[in-house]
């Protein structure tokens, strides 16, 4: 089964997420880009992944088009890791994290969803089978950066019933309101973003955060990938850290663990090098007994690909959530219930992309 097609498709949706003024606004974002891979085989089974991400996806875009699909055309689809090893050998002088990478994170997916109507069973049956129907999700809010917008939305995200939050908020009246809005008992999660510059500003953080049911802080310090300060935060901040959604394969987060750096791996599977860069750094994850906690604020492939990982995942663990309405949203199906989402059992990724996000993509 040779890869006979690829084409890239950018659906582009309109959204909301609770704020003043109602759409975009935050990380500047007009819109909530979607870069859609499709790949066709030879025998005529149509696979969909994701590359990264945002107002990157442009650049993602030129990457497939003109460096990574005209060489992928021809190797073989079923063989996943082989092609994929090929490829990134191929590219690795190009860089091993960004959009090359990507772009080749997008294609794995597509070749698993491929793999999995291939042999007429959902993804999760390929990654040792669902261990839960309902995977539970984690609301993401992004960042409001005023505690009345973080009140609000954290009331409106426990109301529709999610019991895990995360915030993208630094400031502490802002982590407070959330607090306050939220049963005790929900967790919250702090991601900042690599905000601060020093080990003792993070420590600080995490101090000061204390005594609030924090699950974990993420990514604490710049940089993302200077793991020794990173450490440093968690063995006097009191608090997990999580981090790893700026990693770009699987060394880097076996030198994450190595470091001590983290409690908490968040693989992101757009750009980590898709289903197979997941699996992996699960894999690692549990022999250095940390957690493995995909990042995954996307609405395509990348999401539904992320859900049948955490529903085969031997631990529960829960799906990220970007906490925003889609005017045309990727997969209208994919609606989290009650604070879970119900894994879909029809061959590889289990849905199809909406007729609707597709006809308006371009
Ligand atoms: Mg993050």
Known sequence: MKIARISTHMLRSSFTYGAEGGVGGNLHLRGMDTLAIRVETDSGIVGWGEGFGFTLCETTRFAMDKLVAPVALGMDAADIAGTMKALARRFHNFGRNGAVTFALSGLDIALWDIAGKAAGKPLYALLGGAQRQLVPAYASLLRYGEPALVARNTADAVAKGYRHIKLHEVKLDCIQAA???????????????CFWDTVPQGVAFCHAVQGRNIWWVEEPVWPPESFGPIAAVRQAGGVAIAAGENLGGVAEFA??????????????????????????????????????????????PGLLATLHYLAAAEVA??????????????????????????????????????????????
Do not use: W
């Not at 809005?181 to 967790?187: K, Q």
């Not at 409690?263 to 549990?286: C, E, F, I, N």
């Not at 309405?325 to 199809?352: K, M, N, R, S």
């Open 317 to 362: 663990e829960p799906l990220e959530v970007y906490f925003a309405e889609l005017a045309t949203p990727p997969y209208p199906q994919l609606v989290p219930q009650g604070g879970f989402v119900a894994i879909p059992d029809a061959p590889g990724l289990g849905f199809e992309l909406s007729e609707a996000a597709l006809a308006a993509a371009d």
């Open 255 to 300: 030198a994450m663990a190595a470091a001590g750096a983290v409690d908490v791996m968040q693989p992101s599977v757009t750009k980590v090098g898709g289903v197979s860069g997941l699996v992996a750094v699960g894999q690692l994850a549990r022999r250095h007994g940390l957690r493995c906690v995909p990042h995954s604020p996307y609405f395509g």
């Open 179 to 193: 607090r306050d809005n939220a049963p005790a008992e929900v967790p919250l999660m702090l991601d900042i973003n």
